[in-house]
């Protein structure tokens, strides 16, 4: 499993604890993320399952090679360099605003990076779903919109997008989750995902 943009490491280590067979690759530009990353996957038991790459993935490292994932994930900067107001803390800015790599870059790497039959995953707004399934149609199948509802009644801010490499099938709109009751609380759904590491119907 690869995970672009990995961050700190979160997502890569609940996926290791929630599946034990896997191993996953990180990658992410900012060296000091990198750094963090790896000590909390130390500090987690993870170091012989999870390794973590510095580099940028219009430029990526030697050791990445394509087709070699069966499933890629990434939670790229959700705002377009341009159309928000960057934020004059830098490794803040560069989480949230795109920064050379636009989403379309994201996107071609990912489906670069999964083997065929493989499956790729972004997490995103909600309001740019459709400049994702821009960049998606054409080279992916079997997409899948999975709304995160910030409770019901509301409408979602941020969608879990799946698609399949060399896969033909039309675009699914899930049931989504709806993350908190009326009183603030996880629902019983989200709960389950969160705590007890269900997976998403998807």
């Known amino acids: 499993m690869l995970d672009i943009g990995c961050g700190s490491g979160a997502a890569s280590l609940c996926l290791a604890a929630r599946v034990p067979a896997c191993r996953i690759t990180g990658l992410e530009l900012q060296p000091d993320l990198v750094r963090l990353a790896g000590d909390n996957v130390a500090a987690n038991g993870m170091a012989g399952r999870i390794t ?30 341009g159309r928000a107001s960057l934020s004059p803390n830098a490794a803040k800015a560069a989480a949230a605003i795109e920064g050379e790599a636009g989403l379309g870059e994201w996107i071609r790497f990912a489906v670069k990076m999964v083997r065929p039959k493989g499956s790729i995953t972004f997490v995103h707004r ?8 821009a960049c998606l149609v054409g080279r992916v199948g079997g997409i899948v919109i999975f709304p995160l509802w910030p409770e019901a009644g509301r409408d979602a801010g941020r969608v879990l997008v799946r698609a ?3 896969i033909a ?4 709109l899930a049931a989504g989750l709806v993350l908190h009751d009326a009183d603030g609380r996880f629902t019983a759904a989200a709960q389950a ?10």
């Open 52 to 81: 973590m790459l510095a580099g940028d993935l219009l430029r990526p490292p030697p050791g990445l090679v394509p087709g070699s994932f069966d499933h890629v994930m990434a939670n790229p900067p959700f705002l377009e360099r």
């Open 193 to 202: 995902v969160l705590r007890h590491g269900e997976a998403l119907p998807l």
């Open 126 to 133: 909600a309001d740019r779903v459709e400049a994702l399934l």
């Open 169 to 172: 099938a039309p675009v699914r």
């Open 164 to 166: 399949r490499k060399q």
